[in-house]
């Protein structure tokens, strides 16, 4: 028989567990494993964007293609993959979480398997074009499934500080893995290595992961889907001729402006439309909406780091691959050191407003640092202070920003939601190395201009070049730090009546 203090605390606990119940829904069972999986799913997308770029030079030279072709290798996952991100991420919506995650795992999974047994560069370019466009599919409806899991503030705070950290991570790690498969195996195995990671990844979504999708007959808004689709398309692929053919190509400067004037139809439509692709309630949440604008921002500011530094340890200090990637793990031990401070500790009490301008002010004050080396510097004293302070800064802004770009949004359009961040990030980032690496071409020629060439003069105006990067991309930090700030809400963000509404049965 249950003793008279057990029978007094049951009641209490079962009504404690009835009243959280009826504010954030019923637990969704296994959410540890789910945070697992989707951390997976999104560590492979991010590790793609960077993991092959070391190994390209291999790849040339065992494929025997041109220049014209490697650049090609890098635009056809950026261009398939920042144009459909949108529509992946409302196939989410009306098809159920689960189906995305596992179609886009799978398929991931395929295209990476073809890219990695291409006997030419012809199929080399299709496959990584098919891992853009299932890593469009595959990364929305894998934040989209953390949003939906995790709806008790406090647990929800830890699994996007672990989602953040792999997020902002994916890029460094992706460096010092694609230099060790490149150097030690071969760079076929960068794109070998996903198969390893989708197969583990689909285990997990089979086991644990609930597919909710909105009742009735799915819906997809065609001409939103072709003005998002084209608008994107020609603005990424305006931007990548920019960088590749420089700013007087007309055809950078007709993708861009036709890609503008079709997204601006596309935000026309959304307003008419009866079942918008993106709809203006998304965006319009004035903390959502500064979390897009933020990660936009951060994309474009972020090359900076990973582009310009690993040129300056590779061709100035002549670091290996290797070398070169464990040179920025400390970057991504910060990192993740400040994803957990940033979401478990900061954002509950204080809100984003203060963290968020606080992560874009060490990101811009880590790029002013950077622009002190020279041609003489060492790791230790001269490139490791301001990886950390980069490193903090950016667990500041991916986390945070991250879990209040789905926050209060319901569980029907978190698909679309969670899209809106990975696109914003993909066209900052497309944005920012067209300037950047334009910026820096321009300083390079301009220092040697006059000059008598010479191996000393072309490594300083390389790292001229760099330094200019450098200032641009603390420029655009120093911008969002403002930006967020005042865009922002203050206060701790607070339970959303939509959200409550609308957790997943």
């Not at 509950?348 to 880590?366: D, E, K, S, T, W």
């Not at 789905?406 to 993909?426: F, I, K, L, R």
């Not at 300083?443 to 760099?466: C, E, R």
Request: aromatic letters at 10%.
């Amino acid at each position: 028989m249950a003793s008279p203090s057990e029978s007094a605390t049951t009641p209490s606990k079962t009504a404690e567990q009835a009243v959280e119940e009826a504010e954030y829904g019923p637990r969704v069972a296994h959410e540890w494993m789910i945070l697992g999986v989707v951390s997976l799913a999104q560590l492979m997308v991010v590790l793609d964007a960077t993991v092959v770029t070391i190994a390209l030079p291999s790849a040339q030279r065992d494929l025997g293609f041109t220049n014209a072709s490697r650049q090609w290798i890098v635009t056809a996952y950026a261009l398939a993959f920042g144009s459909l991100l949108l529509v992946g991420g409302r196939f989410a919506d009306l098809f159920g979480r689960r189906t995305a995650l596992i179609g886009g795992l799978v398929g991931f999974g395929v295209a990476s398997a073809l890219a990695g047994i291409a006997p030419n560069v012809g199929i080399l370019i299709g496959g990584r074009a098919l891992q853009g466009l299932f890593g469009a599919l595959l990364a929305p409806a894998a934040l989209s499934a953390l949003t939906t899991t995790f709806t008790r503030p406090a647990e929800r705070n830890r699994a996007f500080a672990v989602y953040g950290a792999v997020a902002g991570a994916g890029g460094a790690i992706g460096l010092l893995l694609g230099g060790l498969l490149t150097e030690y195996l071969n760079w076929r195995w960068t794109l070998f290595i996903n198969l390893v990671i989708a197969g583990v990844a689909l285990l997990g979504a089979l086991a644990y992961v609930p597919n909710h999708r909105p009742a009735g007959r799915p819906s997809l808004d065609l001409p939103g889907t072709a003005y998002a689709c084209s608008g994107l398309f020609l603005l990424v692929f305006g931007f990548s001729r920019a960088e590749a053919k420089g700013w007087s190509s007309p055809q950078s400067w007709v993708s861009l402006i036709v890609g503008c004037v079709l997204l601006v139809l596309f935000a026309w439509w959304q307003r008419r439309a009866t079942h918008p692709l993106l709809p203006l309630r998304v965006v319009g949440e004035r903390n959502r909406g500064s979390s897009y604008l933020g990660m936009f921002i951060t994309g474009a500011g972020i090359f900076g780091v990973f582009l310009f530094l690993t040129y300056y340890m590779q061709q100035i200090l002549g670091y290996s691959p290797v070398k070169t990637g464990l040179a920025f793990l400390p970057m991504v031990a910060a990192l993740m050191v400040s994803a957990q401070i940033a979401t478990i500790t900061l954002l509950p009490r204080i809100g984003p407003r203060p963290v968020v301008p606080l992560g874009m002010l060490f990101g811009g004050v880590g790029m002013l640092w950077l622009t002190r080396l020279d041609l003489t510097s060492s790791y230790a004293p001269h490139i490791l202070p301001p990886l950390l302070i980069l490193g903090f800064g950016m667990g500041l802004i991916f986390a945070p920003a991250m879990a209040m770009a789905t926050y209060g949004v319901s569980a029907d359009d978190a698909g679309v939601a969670s899209a809106m961040v990975n696109t914003c990030q993909q066209v900052g980032g497309s944005i920012g190395v067209a300037l950047l690496s334009t910026l820096a071409a321009s300083a390079a020629t301009n220092y040697a201009k006059g000059k008598a060439a010479s191996a000393q003069v072309t490594a300083q105006a390389n790292l001229h070049s760099y330094a200019t990067a450098y200032r641009w991309s603390a420029a655009f930090f120093f911008v969002g730090m403002v930006v967020c700030f005042f865009l922002y809400r203050w206060g701790a963000p607070k339970g959303d009546p939509e959200l409550q509404s609308s957790v997943p049965m």
